[in-house]
């Protein structure tokens, strides 16, 4: 089992650029992938960004290329989603999520475990 808990999130103006944190325990950081899932209202989660296992291989959906960074620090056992030149378009609840797969995977139904989700409203 692993547990998965985001912090980060709230209120705050475009263009700004929040941290995002995910803290993880229950298993070996090392023996999942972590990624970024978000789900604005009204709409289906859509996946954001991903690292991989050893943090070799990196994803970001279009999106976000060039604004979001996805890392992973292994003695926190905490992955970041840096986000910068927000808009109201990102505003959603962002949701960790981790999966055993060596691959990086971009649905959501791949992913074995989730955090609570963390709400990022970006006024203009």
């Known amino acids: 089992q692993v547990q998965l808990v985001e912090s980060g999130g709230g209120l705050v103006q475009a263009g700004s650029s929040p941290r995002l944190s995910c803290a993880a325990s229950?298993?070996?950081?090392?023996?999942?992938?972590m990624a970024w899932f978000r789900q604005g209202a009204g709409k289906e989660r859509e996946f954001v960004a991903a690292?991989?296992?050893?943090?070799?291989?990196?994803e970001y959906t279009d999106s976000v290329k060039g604004r979001f960074t996805i890392t992973r620090d292994y003695a926190k056992n905490t992955a970041y989603l840096q986000m910068n030149s927000l808009t109201p378009e990102d505003t959603a609840v962002y949701y960790c999520?981790?999966?055993?797969?060596?691959?990086?995977?971009?649905?959501?139904?791949?992913?074995?475990?989730w955090g609570q989700g963390t709400q990022v409203t970006v006024s203009s």
């Open positions: 999520a981790a999966d055993s797969s060596w691959a990086i995977v971009t649905s959501a139904g791949e992913y074995d475990y």
């Open positions: 229950g298993r070996t950081f090392g023996t999942y992938a």
């Open positions: 690292i991989s296992r050893t943090g070799g291989s990196i």
